[in-house]
């Protein structure tokens, strides 16, 4: 079992910029591919983006394209999740999660494919 843990969650002003953070209980990062999710109160879990195991590929889903840039540093065993251009609408819980057992290049195509979950970290953006 792989314990996730997300961090840098905040209350932001529209525009403003914020990284969050994904810590994984494993010397092997690399085993894994990336998920960043997201839910606001009244509305379904959305993929905000997924990285794949060698960081080669990536998706973006269509709301946060060309303002949100994923990343991973396996030494460090760190994911992130640069979040610029913030709007209202990015409120939410987000949450990180390792899909495991992907070929190295291949991205997870569904939700259920991730095996570990963080907790979340809140993000708020005032208009």
């Known amino acids: 079992q792989v314990q996730v843990e997300e961090s840098g969650g905040g209350l932001v002003q529209a525009g403003e910029s914020l990284e969050l953070s994904c810590t994984a209980s494993?010397?092997?990062?690399?085993?894994?591919?990336l998920g960043w999710f997201r839910q606001a109160p009244g509305k379904e879990r959305e993929e905000v983006s997924s990285m794949s195991r060698s960081g080669k590929k990536t998706h973006y889903g269509d709301s946060v394209k060309g303002r949100f840039t994923i990343s991973r540093d396996d030494v460090f065993v760190t994911a992130y999740l640069q979040m610029k251009q913030l709007t209202p609408e990015d409120t939410a819980m987000y949450y990180c999660?390792?899909?495991?057992?992907?070929?190295?290049?291949?991205?997870?195509?569904?939700?259920?494919?991730?095996?570990?979950w963080g907790q979340g970290t809140q993000v708020t953006v005032a208009s």
């Open positions: 494993t010397k092997y990062l690399d085993l894994y591919a």
């Open positions: 999660a390792l899909a495991r057992g992907l070929a190295y290049d291949d991205l997870p195509v569904r939700a259920s494919e991730f095996d570990f």
